[in-house]
């Protein structure tokens, strides 16, 4: 099975700052990555597939980037609505098909 | 648009069955593959099972294998999950989503989620 890492497991930034979000496959998985947003008591949304591509309504302040191993989300100036918990998933091969850990982003 | 409503979680002793549902609209639903995610309280996504849009294929996590059973059926617009031998450790929220059209294995929409609970 592939494992995902993420680090960090959470973190806390104020509304505006850069945030990036690392995820790690345990072996290559291409560009075969998407990232999700969950808020508490609501169904995961998908943000970005593909490693990098912009799920649609998704602002842009949200980026993603990696191949290979190593995948990060980049969100820029963080907005309110932006705290959230975010998990990686790996679409390379199934079963199973396999998430992060999760990282939860806080208010500072 | 695309709609996904969860249906039958509840409380069940452990051993004992449920069947869990999911209805669809708003999109082709015997076009796309769809899965069963799960998220324990307070813990991360876990995936449960998927099944190829007609319903030909059908894989599973360990942990559920021989436990769980998923199916549909595309007159209906419904998925099913139904689960056996229930164990407390399978205590959760209980997703439904669709794949993505062109990549396989990236669900792109998620139901509201069923919270099944296992406690004697």
């Known amino acids: 099975d592939i494992q995902m890492t993420q680090s960090p497991s959470s973190l806390s930034a104020s509304v505006g700052d850069r945030v990036t979000i690392t995820c790690r496959a345990s072996q290559s998985i291409s560009t075969f990555l998407n990232w999700y947003q969950q808020k508490p008591g609501k169904a995961p949304k998908l943000l970005i597939y593909?490693?990098?591509t912009l799920q649609g309504g998704v602002p842009s302040r949200f980026s993603g980037s990696g191949s290979g191993t190593d995948f990060t989300l980049t969100i820029t100036s963080l907005q309110p609505e932006d705290f959230a918990t975010y998990y990686c998933q790996q679409s390379y091969e199934s079963p199973p098909l396999t998430f992060g850990g999760g990282t939860k982003v806080e208010i500072k | 648009q695309v709609q996904l409503v969860e249906s039958g979680g509840g409380v069940v002793q452990p051993g004992k069955s449920l069947r869990l549902s999911c209805a669809a609209s708003g999109f082709t639903f015997s076009n796309f593959d769809m899965h069963w995610v799960r998220q324990a309280p307070g813990k991360g996504l876990e995936w449960v099972a998927v099944i190829s849009y007609d319903g030909s294929a059908k894989f599973y996590v360990d942990s559920v294998k021989g436990r769980f059973t998923i199916s549909r059926d595309n007159s209906k617009n419904t998925l099913y999950l139904q689960m056996n031998s229930l164990r407390a450790e399978d205590t959760a929220v209980y997703y439904c989503?669709?794949?993505?059209?062109?990549?396989?294995?990236?669900?792109?929409?998620w139901g509201q989620g069923t919270l099944v609970t296992v406690s004697s």
């Open positions: 593909a490693a990098s």
């Open positions: 989503a669709k794949d993505r059209d062109d990549i396989q294995l990236c669900p792109d929409y």
